[in-house]
């Protein structure tokens, strides 16, 4: 008895040692798990800020909307196709371009050249052509003659009265005495430092050494922005027109005004560029583009001001859309590359649809039928993956889903497109612009630089030439007569 119960005290004082021990070690391992998990939290959040990191990283302008220019020394861009082997350039069966010879009015002078000996027996050949001849062969050689400007000098005469004994002196038309250059003159010159982005300083060397014409650099501003009001009422009519139209595409980029940062508008038909410059990019600016209730389909890229248009005239941007779903394919999650996969199937199938009917080989019956599969199983993937779990995929796919019938506004409606593509290029010379003077230092300057955009860009669409257009502008500036309109003669008439 004595012995069993030194043997329970002996246990009792042991489960005295033990159990302090037990609950350190239990202490510090409710601590390690807390740790560990803290360690895994903050894992993943470095491996999410890594992945985010490595895509701005990864960014080019294939995956996003900066422009090629922007892209890294050495960028290389993944493989689109398979190479094909052959030489660059023409391929045999290609329809070449080849320079059209002048019609004769136009052709100065004729120099003929006519064989005086056989090459083959030395016969002498007659001079004048026989029936039997072939035709001569043409080469038309253009050449600038010596440019020299005319000038005309306007005498003011004065006369005595024998009556009176007072001098009377005539006066000069008012379109005379205000101005040294002639109104060609002086839309060439401001042509040159407006659009053709030439110094000031440039200009006047040009002018004395092309043009003959002692002017200075003071005149030269004085003239552009004489330029710029003759160019007041052509700048409002395409207003109206691209306003009126039924189908517009609408894009925006960035712009300075001395320190200020603004922005450049462009409202665009196939045939008329407009272009405005407003210091806010979001409802001001846009509401002052297309006013407060648009008319119309507008095709616009995903900027988020364009998402108040309603869907039924609402085109967005599949290009857009494309460098988005090609950034989605190259994510190392799983759902993120699973749906831009989908989504680049997806373009691939709409474009050719869209191509086959573009060059005529499918009706608008044929093409909307086409595209209903490819509709209705993309929209089946964005509510995949809308309802899954990853946060960015199901994000990217609520918002397509939210927007979805602007998608396929172009199979329905006459005149639109599935791209903005017609916008980005008649931006382009506006950026070109940008990055070479920077902007305009004054309020003045951004109004000359949008009415000048808009003729030119405008004119450019028509295949007009802008230099005679610049010229009667200021012509009928100066005279107080009707601007020349910049809308072509169809709409006009029609």
């Not at 609950?23 to 491996?47: P, R």
């Not at 094909?84 to 003929?112: D, T």
């Not at 989504?343 to 199938?349: F, H, I, S, W």
């Not at 300057?445 to 802008?466: M, S």
Request: hydrophobic share 35%; proline share 8%.
């Amino acid at each position: 008895m004595e012995r069993a119960t030194a043997a329970v005290n002996s246990q009792c004082a042991g489960c005295k040692i033990l159990l302090p021990l037990v609950g350190m070690l239990e202490g510090q391992l409710t601590a390690a798990t807390g740790a560990i998990e803290n360690l895994q939290k903050l894992s993943a959040e470095q491996a999410e800020k890594i992945a985010h990191l490595e895509a701005r990283v990864n960014r080019n302008s294939n995956n996003s909307s900066q422009p090629p220019s922007a892209d890294p020394p050495g960028q290389v861009h993944p493989v689109k196709r398979r190479p094909s082997g052959l030489k660059p350039g023409g391929q045999p069966g290609h329809e070449g371009h080849h320079r059209l010879l002048a019609p004769p009015e136009r052709v100065k002078e004729v120099i003929a050249y006519i064989p005086t000996h056989c090459e083959h027996c030395r016969h002498p050949l007659p001079p004048e052509a026989s029936p039997q001849d072939p035709p001569p062969g043409l080469h038309q050689v253009t050449e600038l003659p010596r440019v020299v400007s005319e000038i005309t000098e306007h005498q003011a005469h004065a006369r005595t009265c024998p009556s009176c004994g007072k001098v009377t002196r005539a006066k000069l038309p008012r379109e005379v005495g205000n101005h040294v250059l002639g109104p060609k003159l002086a839309a060439s010159l401001a042509y040159l430092s407006a659009r053709g982005q030439v110094s000031r300083r440039l200009v006047q060397e040009i002018a004395v050494n092309v043009f003959d014409a002692a002017i200075s650099t003071a005149s030269i501003c004085k003239y552009e922005q004489e330029l710029g009001a003759s160019l007041e009422k052509p700048y409002a009519q395409v207003r109206e027109e691209v306003l009126a139209a039924p189908a517009k595409n609408v894009d925006e980029t960035s712009w300075q005004q001395h320190k200020n940062k603004c922005w450049l508008w462009l409202m665009a038909t196939p045939k008329l560029a407009f272009f405005m410059i407003h210091p806010k990019r979001g409802q001001e600016g846009f509401e002052a583009l297309v006013g407060t209730q648009p008319t119309g389909t507008l095709t616009t890229d995903r900027w988020c001001v364009y998402e108040q248009l309603s869907p039924l005239r609402h085109q967005i941007c599949w290009p857009h859309l494309k460098r988005d779903f090609q950034k989605f394919s190259e994510c190392q999650g799983p759902a993120r590359k699973r749906l831009g996969e989908a989504g680049l199937k997806t373009t691939g199938e709409l474009f050719a649809i869209w191509h086959a009917f573009r060059d005529g080989k499918i009706d608008r019956t044929a093409m909307c039928q086409q595209l209903k599969p490819v509709r209705r199983e993309f929209k089946k993937t964005l509510e995949d993956h809308a309802a899954g779990t990853d946060k960015k995929a199901a994000r990217a796919s609520r918002k397509l889903l939210k927007h979805f019938p602007a998608l396929w506004t172009f199979a329905r409606v006459e005149g639109v497109e599935p791209s903005n593509n017609h916008a980005e290029r008649c931006l382009r010379p506006a950026v070109m612009l940008r990055k070479r003077s920077f902007g305009n230092h004054s309020e003045a300057g951004c109004r000359f630089t949008e009415r000048l955009l808009t003729v030119g860009q405008t004119l450019r669409l028509q295949g007009r030439n802008l230099l005679t257009f610049l010229s009667e502008a200021v012509r009928a500036h100066r005279t107080g007569q009707t601007a020349p309109s910049p809308i072509p003669q169809a709409i006009e008439s029609g």
